[in-house]
């Protein structure tokens, strides 16, 4: 996967919350950048460029460029914290990536073709039980997101992990566990009042064939 992503960093030496607290007022993002075998990197983002390119959602599932000191390296976002009320990015974690080792990317799932399924059709709605899935794969083979294909849903049918159709290269992680982790990806169903109206009405209609078989 291309890097459609570059974020400038700057190092960070001063760490604690009392210095997080003044990056944060001056608009900058303290950030930590570890993994393929190097020493953990405090590091700094800018909070606005930051902010604008995590409006993609494609951000999260992308090998990210890190300018660093006139150095470039490849990661992912790990953990991203923001403020429980404010619109402000408080930490974000990064792992190096290596192109020779595999990485668990979480990445979202698009839903194609829910309008011509059978059970949609039929008046059933249908429910997303997953917006996301993580996937293990090699850098290279990252996907930008994976499609759930509902074409064929019938009605009170069940879509599952193991229906998704994987770029080569990708595995999904919870199927690694076992059949027994074969989720749910979506379903569907009808409205719950319209099945009360058809159950009531099947009610009637055997409450009236009782009533004339009585009378014969």
């Known amino acids: 996967m291309s890097n459609d992503f570059v974020l400038n960093a700057e190092l ?23 993994g393929a075998g190097k020493e953990p990197t405090a590091i700094t983002l800018t909070h606005n460029e ?24 490849q990661a992912i976002v790990k953990d991203l914290q923001r403020h429980p009320s404010r619109p402000i990015i408080m930490h974000i974690d990064l792992q190096r990536v290596s192109a020779t080792e595999k990485i668990r990317v979480n990445v979202p799932v698009h839903f194609i073709n829910e309008d011509i399924a059978p059970g949609v059709k039929e008046g059933g709605l249908i429910t997303h039980n997953l917006t996301e899935v993580e996937v293990a794969c090699l850098p290279a083979n990252l996907p930008e997101f ?10 009170n049918a069940i879509f599952h992990l193991s229906d998704l159709k ?3 290269g990708t595995e999904l992680v919870e199927l690694s566990h076992g059949e027994g982790h074969d989720q749910a990806v979506a379903s569907v169903h009808m409205p ?10 099947g009610a009637e209609a055997a409450g009236e064939g009782a009533s004339e078989s009585t009378e014969d």
Do not use: C, M, W
Request: proline share 3%; hydrophobic share 35%.
């Open 12 to 34: 960070r030496t001063d760490t604690g919350k009392g210095a997080s607290r003044r990056l944060r007022l001056d608009g900058k993002v303290p950030a930590i950048l570890y």
């Open 50 to 73: 930051l902010a604008h390119q995590i409006e993609n959602e494609a951000f999260f599932s992308h090998i990210l460029k890190v300018n660093l000191g006139g150095n470039g390296e």
């Open 146 to 155: 994976i499609e759930a294909d509902l074409s064929g849903l019938e009605l």
């Open 166 to 168: 994987l770029p080569e």
């Open 192 to 201: 719950r009042a319209a099945k009360e109206t058809t159950e009531e009405e």
